[in-house]
């Protein structure tokens, strides 16, 4: 679910009881130290719900839990379908298809073990 920053999204997901952590802009890679480890900015006085959210990502819990959102698995399902031909299930049936599953993944694991080992 694609969520836009706005004062709206934000009370609508505070009201459901969610923590919402939506990107307010994008972060440049290779920040300088000075920047990465600085002291978090206090809380200003009655903040809005935009202020409250910004201010938790820029706590370090919020910047470890907005690091993990940006992670994609997607190349990893490229890689089988490309490099490793994997293209459908060769079985039938659920546990016979969650074997062959398991053991593309085996296979994936190992190749990529191999690579970075060199």
Not at 7 to 19: D, F, G, S
Not at 28 to 33: F, G, I, K, T
Not at 67 to 83: D, L, N, Q
Request: net charge positive; charged share 30%; proline share 5%.
């Amino acid at each position: 679910m694609l969520v836009t920053l706005s004062e709206h999204n934000i009370l609508q997901c505070e009201n459901t009881k969610i923590t919402p952590y939506i990107s307010f802009g994008k972060d440049s890679h290779n920040q300088p130290l000075e920047e990465r480890f600085k002291a978090e900015e206090p809380l200003p006085d009655n903040p809005t719900s935009v202020e409250r959210m910004k201010h938790r990502l820029q706590t370090k819990e919020g910047k470890q839990i907005s690091a993990e959102r940006k992670s994609t698995v997607e190349p990893v399902f490229g890689i089988m379908k490309h490099v490793m031909g994997f293209r459908q299930f060769m079985l039938r049936g659920f546990e016979k298809a969650k074997g062959e599953w398991s053991l593309l993944c085996i296979a994936y694991n190992l190749k990529r073990l191999h690579t970075i080992r060199g």
